[in-house]
C-alpha cells in the first residue's frame, strides 16, 4: 500500500479537500483503488454535535458515522465507501489513549503525546486502507503552525519513517496571494509555510499552489527553489471556472498524477478521462435552464446544504440542464410567500433541526402541493409536508411534530418509545444505512426502478404509525417503508405532477455522474412542468 499525506498552509479554505479528493479520481481513472480518509485536529470526538455555523454540513456514512464534509467530496469523486475509521478528530484519539489509561493497557507508563498519542494516530494511518486499497490519501484539516496538528504531523514524520521511501509522499497544498498594489503574485508566505513543515522534519515532494493568476516560469523556480522540490512538482491549481469537477481535468494538465505515480513507483497506464470529461462537458453546455429554490435556516451559509447543492447540480448534469438555486430563508417566506415561490420550477426543503423557521417551511410545501409545483422533502422536509397535509388536507389542526410543539394534538411527527434517550438531548439519532421498499405504484418506484433501496438516515423524530390510516384515507401515498420496523420512510401525493418527500439523506449518496435518483427524476419533473 502507499500513503500520500495532504496539509496545508498560509490559510484555511484552501480547497485542500477538493484536491484530494480530485487527486483521487485522477488514480482511480488509472486503475488503482483509493480510498480518502481526514484527520481533523479539533477536540470534538466527531462533528456530529457542531452547529453547521461552525463547520458546515455533517457528512453521513452508510456506517452510521457522522463526519466532516471533506468526507463528502471523497465519496463523490472517487467510489470507494468509507467507514468511520476514515475520519479522526483529536478528540477521538484523546478518548482513546485515556480510555486505555484506565484500563491499565499502558502498564504503569507515563502516557505521554509521543509515542501514546502519536502511535495511536499511527495505527490509524496504518488501519485506514485495507485489503482492497493500493493508494491511501489522508488530509490533515487545519493550517500548518496550528498548535493542534502538531501531533499528527509528527505521527505522520514518523510513519515515513517506518516505510520505504517510495511508499509515502508529502503534497502540500498552499496559496499565492496576489497583491493588486504590486501586480503580482506572492510566493512568500508559501515558503515560510514549507519552512514550517521542514522544521518538523517533513519535506513536501509536491507543492500545490492556489492562485487566482497564471504562475510564471521565474515563480516555479522560485518556488522549487526556496521550498527545496523540483520545478516540476511545483503545481498551479487556478480556481475553476464554472464547477468544482473542473478540478481533475485542471489537476491532469499539470500533470499532478505522472508525479505521484512516479514518486510512490507505481504501474498505472495512463487514462483519456472520458467519465470526466463528459461531465465537464455536460455542465459547460446545458440544453435546459431550470430554477430551484432551497428552503432552509442556514442558507446564507455556503456549506451548510453542501450535499444537497451538490446532488442538485449533479441531477442538472444528468438532466443537461443548468440549474439555478434559489436559496430562501424560511423567516422570509413567512412574510410574503408568493413573492419568493411563484417562479420557482421546484421547492426543496432540506434536513434540520430546531423551529425556527418551520412555519416558513410549512407554508412553503403548501404552496408546491397547492400550485403543482414539484416537490422535493429531505428529512425534515419530510416532516414539514407531512404536517402541512395533516393541517390542511386531513383537518388535523395545529397537527406538529414533538420537537417544535411538545403539547400539539395531533403528534404527526413524534419520537418513538423506543428511541427516548434521556441520556442524549432529545433521543437517539437514526443514523447510517437502512432498507426500504418501495411501492410499485410510486414515483420513487420509477426512479430507482427496483423496490428494495437503502439510504442514510439522520433524525430521530418519525412519522407517526397512529396516524398513517387517516392520512392514507385523505390520499397521501405511503411509497417507502422501513420493511424492519415498519416506519414510514416515504410520502407522496399522488395527484400531484411531482410531490415525493423522504425521511433520509438521498443527497449522501449522489455523484457529478452517477445522479441520485430522486434528484434526477426532480429536475426533470422541474424542467417538465416548468412555468
Ligand atoms: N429534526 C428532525 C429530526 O430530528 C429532522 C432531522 C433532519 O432533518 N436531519 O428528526
Same mark, same amino acid.
Given at each position: 500500500?502507499?500513503?500520500?499525506?495532504?496539509?496545508?498552509?498560509?490559510?484555511?479554505?484552501?480547497?485542500? !479537500?477538493?484536491?484530494?479528493?480530485?487527486?483521487?479520481?485522477?488514480?482511480?481513472?488509472?486503475?488503482?483503488?483509493?480510498?480518502?480518509?481526514?484527520?481533523?485536529?479539533?477536540?470534538?470526538?466527531? $462533528?456530529?454535535?457542531?452547529?453547521?455555523?461552525?463547520?458546515?454540513?455533517? *457528512?453521513?456514512?452508510?456506517?452510521?458515522?457522522?463526519?466532516?464534509?471533506?468526507?463528502?467530496?471523497?465519496?463523490?469523486?472517487?467510489?470507494?465507501?468509507?467507514?468511520?475509521?476514515?475520519?479522526?478528530?483529536?478528540?477521538?484519539?484523546?478518548?482513546?489513549?485515556?480510555?486505555?489509561?484506565?484500563?491499565?493497557?499502558?502498564?504503569?507508563?507515563?502516557?505521554?503525546?509521543? =509515542?501514546?498519542?502519536?502511535?495511536?494516530?499511527?495505527?490509524?494511518?496504518?488501519? &485506514?486502507?485495507?485489503?482492497?486499497?493500493?493508494?491511501?490519501?489522508?488530509?490533515?484539516?487545519?493550517?500548518? !503552525?496550528?498548535? /493542534?496538528?502538531?501531533?499528527?504531523?509528527?505521527?505522520?514524520?514518523?510513519?515515513?519513517?517506518?516505510?520505504?521511501?517510495?511508499?509515502?509522499?508529502?503534497?502540500?497544498?498552499?496559496?499565492? $496571494?496576489?497583491?493588486?498594489?504590486?501586480?503580482?503574485?506572492?510566493?512568500? =508566505?508559501?515558503?515560510?509555510?514549507?519552512?514550517?513543515?521542514?522544521?518538523?522534519?517533513?519535506? +513536501?515532494?509536491?507543492?500545490?499552489?492556489?492562485?487566482?493568476?497564471?504562475?510564471?516560469?521565474?515563480?516555479?523556480?522560485?518556488?522549487?527553489?526556496?521550498?527545496?522540490?523540483?520545478?516540476? @512538482?511545483?503545481?498551479?491549481?487556478?480556481?475553476?471556472?464554472?464547477?468544482?469537477?473542473?478540478? +481533475?481535468?485542471?489537476?491532469?494538465?499539470?500533470?499532478?498524477?505522472?508525479?505521484?505515480?512516479?514518486?510512490?513507483?507505481?504501474?498505472?497506464?495512463?487514462?483519456? #478521462?472520458?467519465?470526466?470529461?463528459?461531465?465537464?462537458?455536460?455542465?459547460?453546455? $446545458?440544453?435546459?435552464?431550470?430554477?430551484?429554490?432551497?428552503?432552509?435556516?442556514?442558507? /446564507?451559509?455556503?456549506?451548510?446544504?453542501?450535499?444537497? *447543492?451538490?446532488?442538485?447540480?449533479?441531477?442538472?448534469? @444528468?438532466?443537461?440542464?443548468?440549474?439555478?438555486?434559489?436559496?430562501?430563508?424560511?423567516?422570509?417566506?413567512?412574510?410574503?410567500?408568493?413573492?419568493?415561490?411563484?417562479?420557482?420550477? &421546484?421547492?426543496?426543503?432540506?434536513?434540520?433541526?430546531?423551529?425556527?423557521?418551520?412555519?416558513?417551511?410549512?407554508?412553503?410545501?403548501?404552496?408546491?402541493?397547492?400550485? !403543482?409545483? +414539484? *416537490?422535493?422533502?429531505?428529512?425534515? &422536509?419530510?416532516?414539514?409536508?407531512?404536517?402541512?397535509?395533516?393541517?390542511?388536507?386531513?383537518?388535523?389542526?395545529?397537527?406538529?411534530?414533538?420537537?417544535?410543539? @411538545?403539547?400539539?394534538?395531533?403528534?404527526?411527527?413524534?419520537? #418513538?418509545?423506543?428511541?427516548?434517550?434521556?441520556?442524549?438531548?432529545? &433521543? %437517539? #439519532?437514526?443514523?447510517?444505512?437502512?432498507?426500504?421498499?418501495?411501492?410499485?405504484?410510486?414515483?420513487?418506484?420509477?426512479?430507482?426502478?427496483?423496490?428494495?433501496?437503502?439510504?442514510?438516515?439522520?433524525?430521530?423524530?418519525?412519522?407517526? %404509525?397512529? *396516524?398513517?390510516?387517516?392520512?392514507?384515507?385523505?390520499?397521501?401515498?405511503?411509497?417507502?417503508?422501513? =420493511?424492519?420496523?415498519?416506519?414510514?420512510?416515504?410520502?407522496?401525493?399522488?395527484?400531484? =405532477?411531482?410531490?415525493?418527500?423522504?425521511?433520509?439523506?438521498?443527497?449522501?449518496?449522489?455523484? +457529478? %455522474?452517477?445522479?441520485? $435518483?430522486?434528484?434526477? %427524476?426532480?429536475?426533470?419533473?422541474?424542467?417538465?412542468?416548468?412555468?
Amino acid at each position: 500500500m502507499k500513503y500520500i499525506f495532504v496539509t496545508g498552509g498560509v490559510v484555511s479554505s484552501l480547497g485542500k !479537500g477538493l484536491t484530494s479528493a480530485a487527486l483521487g479520481a485522477l488514480l482511480e481513472q488509472r486503475g488503482l483503488r483509493v480510498r480518502l480518509q481526514k484527520f481533523d485536529p479539533y477536540l470534538n470526538v466527531d $462533528p456530529g454535535t457542531m452547529s453547521p455555523f461552525q463547520h458546515g454540513e455533517v *457528512y453521513v456514512l452508510n456506517d452510521g458515522a457522522e463526519t466532516d464534509l471533506d468526507l463528502g467530496h471523497y465519496e463523490r469523486f472517487t467510489s470507494g465507501e468509507l467507514s468511520r475509521l476514515n475520519n479522526l478528530t483529536s478528540g477521538k484519539v484523546y478518548e482513546t489513549v485515556l480510555q486505555k489509561e484506565r484500563r491499565g493497557d499502558y502498564l504503569g507508563a507515563t502516557v505521554q503525546v509521543i =509515542p501514546h498519542v502519536t502511535n495511536e494516530i499511527k495505527e490509524r494511518i496504518y488501519s &485506514g486502507g485495507g485489503e482492497d486499497v493500493d493508494v491511501l490519501i489522508t488530509e490533515l484539516g487545519g493550517t500548518i !503552525g496550528d498548535i /493542534e496538528g502538531l501531533p499528527f504531523l509528527e505521527a505522520m514524520r514518523q510513519f515515513a519513517l517506518e516505510v520505504e521511501r517510495e511508499d509515502v509522499l508529502f503534497l502540500h497544498c498552499t496559496l499565492l $496571494p496576489y497583491l493588486k498594489a504590486a501586480g503580482e503574485l506572492k510566493t512568500k =508566505p508559501s515558503q515560510q509555510s514549507v519552512a514550517k513543515l521542514r522544521e518538523i522534519g517533513i519535506q +513536501p515532494n509536491i507543492l500545490v499552489c492556489r492562485t487566482e493568476q497564471p504562475m510564471t516560469n521565474d515563480m516555479r523556480q522560485k518556488l522549487s527553489l526556496f521550498c527545496n522540490v523540483p520545478v516540476k @512538482s511545483v503545481i498551479e491549481e487556478m480556481d475553476v471556472e464554472t464547477s468544482i469537477y473542473e478540478l +481533475p481535468l485542471a489537476l491532469k494538465a499539470e500533470q499532478i498524477d505522472d508525479l505521484v505515480i512516479e514518486h510512490l513507483e507505481l504501474h498505472a497506464p495512463d487514462n483519456d #478521462m472520458k467519465v470526466w470529461h463528459d461531465v465537464v462537458r455536460r455542465l459547460k453546455a $446545458p440544453l435546459h435552464k431550470v430554477e430551484i429554490g432551497v428552503v432552509g435556516k442556514y442558507i /446564507e451559509l455556503q456549506d451548510a446544504y453542501k450535499s444537497v *447543492y451538490e446532488s442538485i447540480i449533479h441531477a442538472g448534469i @444528468s438532466n443537461d440542464a443548468s440549474v439555478r438555486i434559489v436559496r430562501l430563508d424560511a423567516e422570509e417566506i413567512e412574510k410574503d410567500p408568493v413573492k419568493h415561490l411563484a417562479s420557482l420550477d &421546484g421547492i426543496l426543503i432540506p434536513g434540520g433541526f430546531g423551529d425556527r423557521g418551520t412555519e416558513g417551511k410549512i407554508i412553503a410545501a403548501r404552496y408546491a402541493r397547492e400550485n !403543482g409545483t +414539484p *416537490y422535493f422533502g429531505l428529512c425534515l &422536509g419530510m416532516q414539514i409536508a407531512v404536517i402541512e397535509y395533516a393541517r390542511n388536507v386531513a383537518d388535523l389542526e395545529a397537527a406538529n411534530s414533538t420537537e417544535f410543539d @411538545s403539547d400539539t394534538p395531533h403528534p404527526v411527527i413524534h419520537i #418513538m418509545d423506543d428511541q427516548k434517550d434521556l441520556t442524549t438531548k432529545g &433521543g %437517539n #439519532m437514526r443514523l447510517g444505512a437502512c432498507p426500504c421498499r418501495l411501492s410499485e405504484d410510486s414515483n420513487s418506484y420509477h426512479a430507482y426502478e427496483q423496490i428494495d433501496i437503502e439510504e442514510r438516515h439522520r433524525h430521530r423524530f418519525e412519522f407517526n %404509525n397512529a *396516524y398513517r390510516a387517516e392520512l392514507e384515507k385523505n390520499g397521501l401515498r405511503i411509497a417507502g417503508v422501513n =420493511p424492519e420496523r415498519d416506519l414510514v420512510e416515504i410520502i407522496e401525493i399522488p395527484d400531484h =405532477p411531482w410531490f415525493v418527500a423522504v425521511q433520509f439523506h438521498p443527497e449522501f449518496k449522489s455523484k +457529478p %455522474n452517477a445522479a441520485h $435518483p430522486l434528484f434526477a %427524476n426532480f429536475i426533470a419533473a422541474a424542467l417538465k412542468y416548468k412555468k
